[in-house]
């Protein structure tokens, strides 16, 4: 089994930034790529980000592209979401996802961290 645990959530004002973090513990040599999704009230989870085990790879969802930025310290199995440019759309509970391997489904999740993004 792997463990996700999400920190760095929180109240922002539109324009401002955050970075989220993801730390895995457990089976995580069984872990491949990793990602992060959101769900706002309301509506369904939606992807935003993905990376490969070997950081090589990443994909972002249109509506974040060019302000999140995704990226993993495999010495700390930590994945992060740097998050700039926020705007009010971007409220959501994140939650930090992980697949067995680069091209599995997302099997394990974490219990997601609140963002809120101010107007």
């Known amino acids: 089994q792997v463990q996700l645990v999400e920190s760095g959530g929180g109240l922002v004002q539109a324009g401002g930034s955050l970075r989220l973090s993801c730390a895995a513990s457990?089976?995580?040599?069984?872990?491949?790529?990793m990602g992060w999704f959101r769900q706002a009230p309301g509506k369904e989870r939606e992807f935003v980000a993905s990376?490969?085990?070997?950081?090589?790879?990443?994909y972002y969802a249109d509506s974040v592209t060019g302000r999140f930025k995704i990226s993993t310290d495999n010495d700390k199995n930590t994945v992060y979401l740097q998050m700039n440019r926020l705007k009010p759309e971007d409220t959501a509970v994140y939650y930090c996802?992980?697949?067995?391997?680069?091209?599995?489904?997302?099997?394990?999740w974490g219990q997601g961290t609140q963002v809120t993004v101010s107007s």
């Open positions: 457990g089976r995580t040599f069984t872990t491949g790529r």
């Open positions: 990376i490969s085990s070997s950081g090589g790879s990443t």
């Open positions: 996802a992980a697949a067995r391997s680069d091209l599995g489904r997302f099997s394990y």
